[in-house]
């Protein structure tokens, strides 16, 4: 699946976009996001050979430290902000940078324009949306309002063009899809083979110092099955906490899942 982040200030209108594109029925009550919400193929980004999970990020600064966790690896980031609230147009520009070092080297970026039913001039102004757009290469800007339900037609067909960008992007760089490392398959993961071969060596250890205890029991042979275990078990967490720790190559360019 690819990763699709929503980022932007605090009541900005990110939760009812969110709603819109998981086609949940318009509500006028604010909701909160606590943390973070998360959708699996939202409906509406149910796009030809192309999966997405959507994460919400909470825009409040008591979860800062947890949304920006969510950065790593995004493939498409949505930067949202109000453009009557010029304060909200700030916080996409102070989080872009920062969003940049952790996404994907191929990450597309849509800027949306949130509550466009709203907004009747004043606040950012078009040289400024148009001066970010330049200094970040944006190449999608969407104006959307939930609660008209206008502009979620674009913004799917801006996902879908940001898509064929990555896919584009990993053909240039002969990324073959579903790589998360383009080295991957000219690079002997000589770690994995050999806590491989450990475990299996401690299984044989274990069952032959059991087999010899069925028998007769010596200290010796207490001591080759207790060994043995532990190596397994040893073996077990190297192995776990290598499928859940960080890629070995952190370098973004490297790093790339293409949908």
Known sequence: MA???????????????????????????????????????????????TSYVVYDLAGSKDFRALVKTYYFDAEVAMLCFDRSNEASFRRIQDDIAEIKEKAKKSC?????????????????????????????????????????????????????????????????????????????????NWSFLLNAFIGLASVALCVAALATMSIVATPVTVALAVGGGVALLITVGMFAARQSGPDENPDPENNLSIP
């Open 3 to 49: 990763k699709l982040i929503i980022v932007g200030e605090s009541e900005v209108g990110k939760s009812k976009l969110f709603d819109r594109l998981n086609q949940t029925l318009y509500n006028d009550e604010y909701r909160r996001t606590i943390g973070v919400d998360c959708s699996f193929k939202p409906p509406m980004l149910d796009l030809p050979g």
């Open 108 to 188: 597309q970026y849509i800027l949306v324009e949130t509550k466009s039913d709203l907004n009747s001039g004043g606040g950012v102004s078009e040289e400024q949306i148009n001066q970010f757009k330049k200094d970040n290469e944006i190449l999608f800007h969407v104006q959307t309002s939930a609660k008209k339900d206008t502009g979620f037609t674009e913004l799917t067909v801006a996902v879908r063009d940001a898509t064929q960008n990555i896919i584009d992007y990993g053909k240039r760089h002969s990324i073959a899809p579903g790589l998360q490392n383009p080295e991957s398959t000219n690079r002997i």
